[in-house]
């Protein structure tokens, strides 16, 4: 064991399989605020009404979102241990390191939900819809990937050990949330009356054709010719 209780061969177990998409993962929970942020910005510059608590909302949203990501590996660590054939040692030092990210995780979330329900979060929703497809987006990365796990698992020969159990255990939670994230998403868009309305469609009204040419000479007007005198 190590100076934290926890054995070096049991983190390996439990981790490794996250080796696989932990790197993309990571790149794009540090690189997506610089992205998003200014995309954000030059969204509220171009409204009438711009959103003084934007940068305010923004910083939350993001501690908001790695909370849920902390608490979805946390229960992925956990359901694991449930599923994995180790002994009882191995699993309580797994147990212990599941509900270290669990709970600690599930306290920042309600901690900031409660400071977002203090901003004006319901009138400018910007932000929300931002992280809210940033985050469905990360979650099904993470839910696809465990979604392949799965399969190649059950198409290896012979058996497949932790590493199956490991993603059942991520598909079941990930899966979970990435369906739970669309629909809230969904809803999100669909119910924000502080989106921008869609362009309207203008038809143009079809343009009456031309008269026919005239046959003949064109007419000459009313009146006689002045009489010819001999």
Request: aromatic fraction near 12%.
């Amino acid at each position: 064991m190590d100076d934290y209780g926890v054995s070096p061969l049991t983190m390996l177990r439990v981790l490794g399989p996250m080796l696989v998409v932990g790197p993309i993962m990571l790149w794009l929970l540090i690189s997506g605020p610089f992205v998003l942020y200014p995309l954000a910005r030059w969204r509220d510059r171009a409204g009438t009404t711009p959103d003084g608590q934007l940068g305010l909302k923004f910083a939350l949203e993001y501690f908001r979102m790695l909370s849920f990501q902390l608490a979805l590996f946390g229960i992925v660590i956990v359901l694991f241990m449930l599923f994995a054939k180790m002994p009882s040692d191995d699993k309580g030092e797994g147990y212990r390191m599941g509900f270290g990210f669990l709970v600690p995780a599930a306290l920042m979330f309600a901690a900031h939900m409660a400071m977002l329900e203090k901003t004006n979060q319901r009138e400018y929703r910007a932000s929300r819809r931002l992280f809210g497809g940033y985050n469905l987006v990360i979650t099904g990365l993470v839910g696809m990937t465990s979604f392949v796990l799965v399969f190649q698992a059950l198409f290896s020969k012979g058996s497949s050990g932790d590493m199956g159990r490991f993603a059942a255990a991520a598909l079941i939670t990930y899966g979970g949330a990435w369906a739970a994230c669309g629909i809230r998403f969904l809803r999100l868009v669909q119910d924000d009356p502080t989106a921008p309305p869609a362009p309207p469609i203008v038809r143009e009204a079809p343009q009456a054709a031309p008269p026919p040419p005239q046959a003949g000479l064109p007419s000459l007007g009313g009146g006689s010719f002045p009489p010819i005198e001999r």
